[in-house]
């Protein structure tokens, strides 16, 4: 038997799990991507409006690997690739989160560094209160404007339950800083909040048992957001557990409204002492003159202020400012 030649056929090479070619750091580009606004987040997978708009079925997503662990929250706007004909068992993937116009973070406390998002790119922050049962705090207030001032949103302040006791004392509070203040009772249609969210993206927030849920109801009725009690100390239950955008009927207008979960603190560990004037256009550039580290207090905490010296050249109400520093008070 003559021997046996060998070639290059008779080498077998098992192959690797990753194989041999080198990965690449070149991503897809997806210039095809559709737009969407996330509506709903639940264990990692986001609910989508198309386009924003909530006349066509809502999307599923993932997010995609190449986003990481980025965050995606209730009322990001993304770009999203795949099957986005919104049938059942169907999943589009999430492939950028475009850059936040406005954002509503809260921290668990004051001196927790933590930030977490309640929502982005809301134009308009509605601060639910009720004017009894339970008893307004106007330090859960000032902290709520504070956190609209520093993200970008607009404040509006909505009083419930106005059939139990007079909203105008507590209202008045609020009247120097021109902040908007809507009214509502139990037995009428809340059709002065409804002219409020027309055309807009608007985040309700407020402490438990305040009517929250309830107003989201007879804005959006197919919402059927639970509603829970008052205790007998003053203390709702939270009966929303997560953040939920909802698209206001036709006959309300167009615009979405996004029920928070009840909140039982605030914190404000991200927000500066500039922030809350900064939102301002006639204070902004004021403060600019201001030492280092004034807090806008006033005397004594801040002699120096400069927000003082627009008072006495008559250039800023004296009762504004004050209204303006009560607020500030929730920073310290």
Same mark, same amino acid.
């Given at each position: 038997?003559s021997?046996?030649?060998?070639?290059?056929?008779?080498?077998?090479?098992?192959?690797?799990?990753r194989?041999?070619?080198?990965?690449?750091?070149r991503?897809?580009?997806?210039?095809?991507?559709?737009e969407?606004?996330?509506t709903?987040?639940d264990?990692?997978?986001?609910?989508?409006?198309?386009?924003g708009?909530?006349?066509?079925p809502?999307?599923?997503?993932?997010r995609?690997?190449?986003?990481?662990?980025?965050p995606?929250?209730?009322?990001d706007?993304?770009?999203?690739?795949?099957?986005?004909s919104?049938?059942?068992?169907?999943?589009?993937?999430?492939?950028?989160v475009?850059?936040r116009?406005?954002?509503l973070r809260?921290?668990?406390?004051?001196?927790?560094?933590y930030?977490?998002?309640?929502?982005?790119?809301?134009e308009?922050?509605?601060? *639910?209160?009720? =004017?009894a049962?339970? /008893?307004?705090?106007? @330090?859960f207030?000032?902290?709520? !404007? &504070?956190? $609209?001032?520093?993200?970008?949103?607009?404040?509006?302040l909505?009083?419930t339950?106005?059939?139990l006791?007079?909203?105008?004392?507590?209202?008045?509070?609020?009247?120097d800083l021109?902040?908007?203040?809507?009214?509502?009772?139990?037995?009428?249609?809340?059709?002065?909040?409804?002219?409020?969210? *027309?055309?807009? =993206?608007s985040?309700l /927030?407020?402490?438990? @048992?305040?009517?929250?849920?309830? !107003? &989201?109801? $007879?804005?959006?009725?197919?919402a059927?957001?639970a509603?829970?009690?008052?205790?007998?100390?003053?203390?709702?239950?939270?009966?929303?557990?997560?953040?939920?955008?909802?698209?206001?009927?036709?006959?309300?207008g167009?615009g979405?409204?996004?029920?928070?979960?009840?909140?039982?603190?605030?914190?404000?560990?991200? =927000?500066t002492?500039?922030?809350?004037?900064?939102?301002?256009?006639?204070l902004?550039?004021?403060?600019?003159?201001?030492?280092?580290g004034c807090?806008h207090?006033?005397p004594?905490a801040?002699?120096e202020?400069?927000?003082?010296t627009?008072?006495?050249?008559?250039?800023?109400?004296?009762?504004?400012?004050?209204?303006?520093r009560?607020?500030?008070?929730a920073?310290?």
């Open positions: 038997m021997p046996r030649e060998y070639d290059e056929t008779d080498v077998r090479v098992r192959p690797g799990r194989g041999s070619r080198p990965r690449s750091k991503r897809p580009e997806h210039a095809d991507a559709s969407a606004m996330v709903a987040v264990r990692g997978r986001w609910t989508c409006a198309p386009e708009d909530a006349a066509r809502p999307v599923v997503a993932m995609a690997r190449e986003l990481g662990r980025t995606i929250v209730v009322g706007r993304v770009d999203l690739v795949g099957d986005l919104g049938a059942v068992d169907t999943l589009a993937r999430i492939v950028r475009q850059e116009r406005t954002v809260r921290t668990a406390d004051d001196s927790d560094p930030e977490r998002v309640v929502v982005a790119n809301a308009q922050l509605i601060i *639910v209160t009720a =004017v049962d339970p /008893v307004p705090r106007t @330090g207030v000032d902290r709520c !404007l &504070v956190a $609209a001032y520093a993200g970008g949103l607009t404040p509006v909505c009083l339950k106005a059939d006791a007079d909203a105008e004392p507590f209202a008045a509070q609020y009247r021109d902040l908007p203040v809507v009214v509502t009772r139990r037995d009428r249609d809340p059709a002065p909040l409804a002219e409020v969210l *027309v055309g807009r =993206v985040a /927030v407020g402490h438990s @048992g305040v009517g929250k849920s309830t !107003l &989201v109801n $007879a804005l959006v009725p197919e059927s957001r509603v829970g009690v008052v205790s007998a100390v003053g203390k709702g239950r939270h009966t929303t557990t997560a953040a939920l955008a909802l698209p206001l009927p036709d006959e309300r167009a979405w409204v996004v029920d928070t979960p009840g909140i039982r603190s605030f914190g404000l560990a991200h =927000v002492a500039d922030d809350v004037p900064a939102a301002f256009d006639d902004a550039e004021a403060i600019e003159d201001c030492p280092r807090g207090l006033g004594p801040d002699p202020c400069a927000l003082d627009l008072v006495a050249d008559g250039k800023l109400g004296p009762g504004r400012l004050a209204a303006l009560r607020v500030l008070v920073l310290h």
